[in-house]
């Protein structure tokens, strides 16, 4: 276990629809960082959040947007569900911002959207 | 663009050494991490190389040289919970940019 937990760890969408996804990271960490993993890929980078600021984005487009609360919680936002979108999302907590070499994973949310 | 490059299986038996290799082709690179995903769980951090060279952690090392943009992953003395997908990832200022994945599978 890491410490790091998300919510939901499921979850069913429509097509064109908005979702929240939610990150608790662990304790003493203030930096987030959230990842898309299709089916049978590695993770890729959406973006991260150090001290309530964004500080880097993958190239995802702007219907991904994200923030990350005083306590360093963190939220992924996606508008305008596409069917593309269906993946696991993971987000990783870790303390420093850039350069920091150990990112502890939670597990995931598995978003389906029909 | 960016790449990684790793194999995207490998088998062994129990009590075997394996050696997942991983090349890179990145714009920035601070080190080169692995990470260890069972199926439906998360990515769990093995190990991290910022210099060229040897790092050992238990059955598990990593290696790395940054001249020949590659590294690789070796698993000693295998049992049968390493069967997961490793991942290669470079460490990029902020993020951490993935390979595809390798499948390892240890039989008895």
């Known amino acids: 276990e890491t410490g790091v937990t998300q919510s939901p760890t499921h979850l069913i969408k429509t097509r064109g629809q908005q979702v929240t996804l939610r990150c608790s990271s662990q304790s003493g960490h203030n930096t987030v960082s959230w990842y898309q993993q299709a089916l049978g890929q590695g993770p890729q980078f959406i973006f991260q959040?150090?001290?309530?600021?964004?500080?880097g984005r993958g190239n995802f487009p702007p219907r991904f947007s994200g923030l990350q609360f005083p306590n360093y919680s963190s939220e992924l936002n996606v508008n305008a569900l596409e069917l593309d979108d269906s993946a696991l999302y993971l987000c990783a907590s870790s303390f420093g911002g850039s350069g920091n070499t150990e990112a502890f994973f939670g597990q995931g949310t598995r978003l389906t959207v029909v | 663009g960016q790449s990684l490059e790793q194999p995207s299986e490998v088998t062994a038996v129990e009590g075997a050494i394996v050696q997942i290799n991983c090349t890179y082709q990145t714009s920035g690179f601070y080190g080169l991490s692995w990470y260890q995903q069972h199926d439906g769980g998360a990515p769990t951090f093995l190990s991290y190389n910022g210099l060229d060279g040897l790092e050992e952690t238990g059955r598990f090392s990593s290696f790395l040289s940054r001249s020949d943009s590659y590294g690789y992953l070796l698993l000693q003395e295998l049992q049968m919970k390493d069967s997961a997908s490793y991942f290669c990832a470079v460490l990029n200022t902020d993020k951490l940019i993935f390979g595809t994945g390798t499948r390892l599978q240890v039989f008895p």
């Open positions: 959040y150090y001290r309530e600021e964004e500080n």
